[in-house]
């Protein structure tokens, strides 16, 4: 069994800054990729960041957000700057994860809120 816990979520105002992180835990031989998705109210969930051979941003965040990987503490990061209303959402980790018995898994984390607002 493999566990994805965030942290770093909150409340900051327009214009501010706040990092994430995932660590991933359990039976893990190794991790593909690790990547960052939110789901604002009403609306679908959304691909943020990703880090696996290469990293991708979702263009409403590129040049603000930030994401990046401790391999050898299987945890991955989002740094938020110039953060806006419309970031305001739950912020989800995924992992694609081979795991100790050579077989491939997808991972969720349980979600943490971020609220921009002032």
């Known amino acids: 069994q493999v566990q994805l816990v965030e942290s770093g979520g909150g409340l900051v105002q327009p214009g501010g800054s706040l990092g994430l992180s995932c660590a991933a835990s359990?039976?893990?031989?190794?991790?593909?990729?690790m990547g960052w998705y939110r789901q604002a109210p009403g609306k679908q969930r959304e691909l943020v960041a990703t880090s696996g051979g290469s990293t991708n941003y979702a263009d409403s965040v590129k040049g603000r957000f930030t994401i990046s990987r401790d391999n050898a503490k299987n945890t991955v990061y989002l740094q938020m700057n110039s953060l806006k209303p419309e970031d305001t959402a739950v912020y989800y980790c995924?992992?694609?994860?081979?795991?100790?018995?050579?077989?491939?898994?997808?991972?969720w984390g349980q979600g943490t809120q971020v609220t921009v607002s002032s």
């Open positions: 995924k992992a694609l994860v081979t795991t100790t018995r050579r077989q491939t898994y997808q991972y």
């Open positions: 359990g039976s893990i031989f190794s991790i593909n990729t």
